[in-house]
């Protein structure tokens, strides 16, 4: 584990979190638990998005219980890639992960990540959409179709060959991290399209993962507004870098 090894074994993991005052905590408990098994040196980053409910208030107090939790709160609402963003870009980690505060990708899918990075990708993404993956609780079907139409419209638009851009769990090497997300511009749902964009771009190794995957009834994305702005943002990434 020669890169694991270089970076004295250090992890971040990154958690945008928007009104997540139900499960943040829950959350927190799980994957801090894990790691402080497993990692001896790690940080969790939680950065509330302008959250309207107590999901601050929740991970500041779980953080003065644990040297390793930090929050970061944004002003007001700016989208889960402005937080994304925020949260990579104010890590120490020598590799990266964001993981989705609703944990529909367990914390325990972590070490194929790490091995996928180990083995020289710089970018490990996860997938619903492999022969490997492990679908416990599904969408609903309309949902299903939503992500289908959008991997379309994500083919016409950017790139092919990854039929799961937004499953919420994605690791880097920090150099591929910091690089490809002081890039990034798109502040809503579909930054990880323009970051999967821009590793291409840079011709970064990108390695699909298939997890274990657990679907939360209560998704953040709403069907009609966020889909539609997605679909804005999608058609803005190759204008967006096409000097880069």
Not at 83 to 89: A, I, N
Not at 121 to 133: F, K, P
Not at 203 to 210: A, C, D, F, S
Request: aromatic residues 10%; glycine residues 6%.
């Amino acid at each position: 584990m020669v890169y694991w090894r270089k970076m004295e074994k250090s992890l971040s993991v990154i958690i945008p979190a928007y009104n997540e005052e139900a499960r943040v905590g829950r959350t927190l408990r799980h994957i801090n638990s894990y790691l402080s098994e497993r990692y001896p040196k790690f940080e969790i980053i939680v950065v509330d998005d302008g959250s309207a409910d107590g999901t601050a208030e929740v991970a500041a107090d779980f953080s003065k219980g644990s040297a390793n939790v930090r929050l970061i709160k944004n002003d007001t609402n700016r989208g889960k890639g402005y937080s994304v963003r925020k949260g990579v870009l104010a890590s120490s980690g020598g590799v990266v992960v964001f993981s989705d505060a609703d944990e529909s990708v367990p914390i325990s899918e972590l070490p194929k990540f790490i091995d996928a990075i180990e083995k020289g990708a710089d970018v490990a993404i996860a997938s619903r959409e492999l022969s490997t993956s492990d679908i416990i609780k599904k969408q609903a079907a309309w949902r299903r179709t939503m992500g289908r139409v959008f991997n379309l419209f994500v083919r016409m638009a950017a790139f092919g060959g990854i039929p799961d851009t937004q499953c919420g769990f994605k690791c880097f090497k920090r150099d591929a991290a910091l690089d490809l997300f002081r890039e990034q511009r798109l502040e809503g749902f579909a930054f990880d399209v323009e970051i999967l964009y821009l590793a291409r771009l840079k011709r970064y190794r990108v390695e699909q993962i298939g997890v274990q995957w657990i679907n939360s009834p209560n998704s953040r994305v709403g069907p009609i507004r966020d889909s539609m702005d997605m679909l804005r943002e999608l058609f803005r990434i190759r204008r967006l870098h096409r000097d880069s």
